[in-house]
């Protein structure tokens, strides 16, 4: 079983920046891969981005040059640093890991854009 946790979400103005973070705890055999997701009110959950242990790292179009993905893998620990944000990055922002061909999820944290 693995846990994952995050945190480091809040409300920041437009313009501002947060730093997600999100460690992953448990019985980790392989951690393939590690990423974010976000959903916001009403609408579906959308992955984010993605870093994976080969050294692969996406995004989606619409976070592109705001957001990055980093991975601290000695301490089963992904980030995600948020800048330029815009009111359409509100959202509740969720962990995801792949671990072997299971996948986990966080409890999410709330991330709010307003003035």
């Known amino acids: 079983q693995v846990q994952l946790v995050e945190s480091g979400g809040g409300l920041v103005q437009p313009g501002g920046s947060l730093r997600l973070s999100c460690v992953a705890s448990?019985?980790?055999?392989?951690?393939?891969?590690m990423g974010w997701y976000r959903q916001a009110p009403g609408k579906e959950r959308e992955w984010v981005a993605r870093s994976t242990s080969a050294g692969t790292i996406n995004y989606v179009d619409s976070v592109k040059g705001r957001f990055t993905i980093s991975r601290d893998n000695a301490k089963n620990t992904v980030y995600l640093q948020m800048n330029s944000l815009k009111p359409e990055d509100t959202a509740v922002y969720y962990c995801?890991?792949?671990?072997?061909?299971?996948?986990?999820w966080g409890q999410g944290t709330q991330v709010t854009v307003s003035s």
């Open positions: 448990g019985t980790i055999f392989r951690l393939n891969a």
């Open positions: 995801n890991a792949l671990v072997g061909l299971m996948n986990y």
